[in-house]
């Protein structure tokens, strides 16, 4: 129970706040932001406010934003629906109801025939079931409409679409999801470096050396800095520390600065195993701070350190040929929640800051549907000066997500063999 609670809060944070990215930009840039929605499915509960619907759904699992003109927004009523239109005192109107779950005795009952809700503004249809004179009512630009699950959001003017803002509104609307999520990523490590109490430094500096081990053997001792390992700097102790685990039971060369001397020390990394990979070890730990400015700085060279794993990752997959097993999907995601719930609340907010720089870097690459393709999308149009075309757009963004959903399902069916069936 406790690794499906955390899952779910984790899973809800970074989603949430990636959402909520695009929600202030999106308000920002003059759009009309529908509705912000936390949890999917039934509507639990509505509250509308300065033109946004915010609701609360029962899945507790992420949230949505649905901003006016996008693609994800559908706000076309279809003809033969049956409505119930509320008049104000000028006989324009301000809310549409078309679930049948809400009733309001002053609003007029119409079988609309034709309605256009984003330029002319105007609803057609048979009032009161008189099917032989067809009405027409000017629509309030901003009027309302109950959609089927009771839900009240305002209609979607042209005025105040996503596609007519500018090409660079909108480019930052799509890049504020993702940078939200990078911002989380460091917050997140600052608050588990408070915690903490002290953090390592991030710099190639030995905090010190234990007894016994490979590194103390070839001389190595405390504030010493490794400076390169085989040729290859190490100006960080993420680079120090893969160069070391990357040959395990190999001879090595390191540079080292010890004092106001540098020396050469020659020494092989011992071969531990750990989830089946091979790894080397030489008994080193980093140089630790624990001052407030150490703590703050922990947080973006953690965050650093995890962004350079994933990019390393992301060119393995491009440069060394595509395995699903480098990638994980919700299950795979809970199956590494639970493991980490057991090991306490640092670990876990640590957790959180990895994914939600992973989710954040995912998002960017160029793949229609996610935020890095309607940023290709954007600068295409820059550079072209003109709109895409909104069926060549579709297109696109069809193929996008076919291709996400595909992946999707061969990821979790992955996973589901990788941590469960095995």
């Known amino acids: 129970m406790t690794a499906i609670i955390t899952f779910i809060i984790v899973f809800g944070i970074l989603v949430i706040v990636h959402e909520f990215g695009h929600y202030y930009a999106a308000k920002k840039s003059g759009i009309l932001v529908r509705e912000f929605s936390v949890g999917m499915g039934p509507k639990i509960v509505a509250y509308r406010k300065n033109h946004t619907t915010y609701t609360l759904r029962l899945l507790p699992l992420g949230g949505y934003v649905r901003m006016a003109g996008a693609q994800e927004d559908d706000s076309e009523i279809q003809p033969g629906t049956m409505a119930s239109l509320v008049l104000n005192d000028d006989d324009k109107v301000t809310k549409i109801i078309t679930s049948s779950k809400v009733y309001d005795a002053n609003a007029v009952p119409v079988q609309i025939s034709k309605a256009d809700l984003v330029d002319d503004l105007v609803i057609e249809g048979y009032e009161n079931g008189d099917e032989t004179v067809t009405k027409k009512y000017s629509v309030d630009h901003d009027a309302t409409i109950v959609e089927e699950d009771g839900t009240e959001v305002q209609i979607a003017p042209r005025d105040v679409q996503l596609q007519s803002v500018s090409v660079w509104k909108r480019m930052i609307t799509n890049f504020a999801g993702p940078f939200n999520n990078f911002i989380l990523a460091i917050v997140a490590a600052i608050i588990a470096a408070f915690m903490m109490g002290s953090v390592g430094t991030g710099t ?90 150490g703590k703050i700085k922990y947080g973006f060279t953690y965050s650093w350190s995890t962004s350079l794993t994933i990019f390393h990752a992301l060119g393995k997959m491009v440069s060394g040929g595509f395995n699903i097993n480098q990638l994980s999907g919700p299950v795979g995601i809970y199956s590494m929640t639970s493991k980490v719930a057991s090991t306490g609340l640092i670990n876990i907010i640590l957790f959180t800051s990895m994914l939600s720089m992973n989710l954040g870097i995912v998002n960017l690459i160029p793949i229609p549907a996610l935020d ?29 997500v076919g291709i996400l959903v595909l992946l999707m399902v061969a990821v979790t069916w992955n996973d589901i063999q990788r941590f469960f069936i095995k």
Do not use: F, H
């Open 204 to 293: 190639n500096q030995l905090g010190g050396v234990q007894n016994g081990s490979v590194a103390q053997k070839a001389g190595l001792k405390a504030n010493d800095k490794i400076l390169s390992v085989n040729g290859k700097k190490t100006n960080s102790w993420a680079t120090l520390t893969e160069s070391i685990q990357n040959n395990p039971g190999k001879n090595m060369t390191l540079n080292v600065e010890s004092g106001n001397k540098t020396e050469q020390v020659k020494l092989t990394p011992k071969t531990v195993k750990q989830s089946g990979q091979k790894y080397g070890m030489i008994g080193i730990t980093a140089k630790l701070d624990s001052s407030v400015l």
């Open 372 to 400: 890095g393709g309607k940023i290709l999308l954007n600068i295409v149009e820059a550079i072209r000066r003109k709109p895409i075309p909104e069926q060549y757009e579709n297109v696109i963004t069809l193929i996008g």
